[in-house]
């Protein structure tokens, strides 16, 4: 039972750990049919926001308003079957954050 809980508090940590930031102008705001809000930059990079429909994100104002500005998003890297998640855990315009997970 102790080893179960040292594997979780260590997985927490080396997760937590594992964000990295990414600048770029959006190209475009999209959904997935799985809920998935998808945000692609101008440099054809793809990032996700895990089931974002189902949450309190107003994602019409993301879609409209985004596009052509210059966004940080902080990305979990996570490798799931050889390639990177490119999964948002935040969103960030001029020094604001518009979404945190």
């Known amino acids: 039972?102790?080893?179960?809980?040292?594997?979780?508090?260590?997985r927490f940590v080396s997760i937590s750990n594992n964000i990295s930031l990414q600048?770029?102008?959006v190209r475009s705001v999209s959904a997935t049919e799985h809920n998935d809000i998808?945000?692609?930059?101008?440099?054809?990079?793809?990032?996700?926001?895990?089931?974002?429909?189902?949450?309190e994100i107003?994602?019409?104002w993301f879609q409209n308003y985004l596009p052509g500005h210059e966004i940080e998003l902080y990305i979990q890297n996570e490798h799931?079957?050889?390639?990177?998640?490119?999964r948002i855990v935040e969103v960030s315009i001029n020094d604001s954050c518009i979404y945190k997970k």
């Open 23 to 25: 600048r770029g102008i």
């Open 38 to 55: 998808v945000i692609e930059l101008e440099n054809d990079s793809f990032y996700y926001i895990n089931r974002g429909m189902e949450s």
């Open 1 to 10: 039972m102790a080893f179960i809980a040292l594997f979780l508090i260590f």
């Open 58 to 60: 107003n994602y019409e």
């Open 80 to 86: 799931l079957f050889g390639s990177n998640s490119n």
